[in-house]
Each structure stands twice: as structure tokens, then as C-alpha cells.
């Protein structure tokens, strides 16, 4: 018994010790934020429906293929506002070529109201450009 003990417990205080730096870094909120968008595939379908619905977006990107689960894990996503209001920035595909999507969103009853909705696109010549869908003041 008291060899289990003397494993037992330095593992437990360094689980105790890892648990407290975990939650006082932040890095528990931003683990709810991702799960919170993970869980919501409306938020970005939507989004991801009116860019596809954009001429200059098709013109430089082609349409944008649907959003899977591992690129919103990779992205950025802030909730606010008792989880009604997001600001994310995730990575998408287009059929000729890559961007990423800048969304700031609210949520009204059921659904997403997006205030913003910006696709950054870089080209191969190292040039940048930015098609505004949506941006209200």
C-alpha cells in the first residue's frame, strides 16, 4: 500500500496543478468556444451560403466547398454576450483555390444574424484581397 502511495500521490498533485493553470490561462474558454461551434453547423452553413452566392467570390475562388468539423477546431471563434454574439475566422476551400472566412454574428431567437462576413483571399503573387459580403456599421 504504501508504494501506491508514494505514486498516488505526486500524480495527483501534479493533476491538481495542471487542472489549475488549465482553467486560470483562459485556454477552458476557448476550449467552450470551439466546442460551441463545433456543436452549431448553422452558424458557418449559413455563412458559407451567401459567400457561395457572391459573384467576385466565385470569380476568384470558385464555390466554396461545405466546412468540416477539424477546420472549425483549427479556426479562431469567440463567443460573447451569453454565447449570442460570435467573431470567428476559419480557413475555406474553394474549388480554384484557398481563403478565409472573417465572421462577426448574432444570434436572433433560433437564428444567426451576421452583422460580417469577409472572404481574404491570398493569391500565388503574394497579393491580398478582401471581398466584403456582408458588413454592417
Excluded at 452566392?53 to 476568384?60: F, I, K
Aim: hydrophobic letters at 35%; a positive charge; proline letters at 2%.
Amino acid at each position: 500500500m504504501r508504494r501506491i502511495l508514494k505514486w498516488i500521490i505526486p500524480i495527483i498533485v501534479v493533476l491538481a496543478v495542471a487542472f489549475y493553470l488549465f482553467s486560470s490561462s483562459g485556454m477552458g474558454k476557448v476550449g467552450t468556444n470551439l466546442t460551441q461551434a463545433y456543436a452549431d453547423q448553422e452558424l458557418y452553413k449559413n455563412a458559407i451560403e451567401k459567400a457561395n452566392s457572391d459573384q467576385r467570390v466565385l470569380d476568384e475562388i470558385r464555390e466554396i466547398q461545405p466546412i468540416d468539423k477539424m477546420t472549425i477546431l483549427n479556426g479562431e471563434v469567440n463567443f460573447s454576450d451569453h454565447n449570442q454574439t460570435v467573431n470567428s475566422t476559419i480557413k475555406v476551400t474553394g474549388l480554384k483555390g484557398n481563403g478565409k472566412v472573417d465572421l462577426t454574428a448574432e444570434r436572433e431567437n433560433e437564428s444567426w444574424h451576421y452583422e460580417k462576413i469577409n472572404i481574404r483571399i491570398k493569391d500565388s503573387e503574394k497579393k491580398k484581397k478582401t471581398i466584403e459580403i456582408i458588413n454592417l456599421p
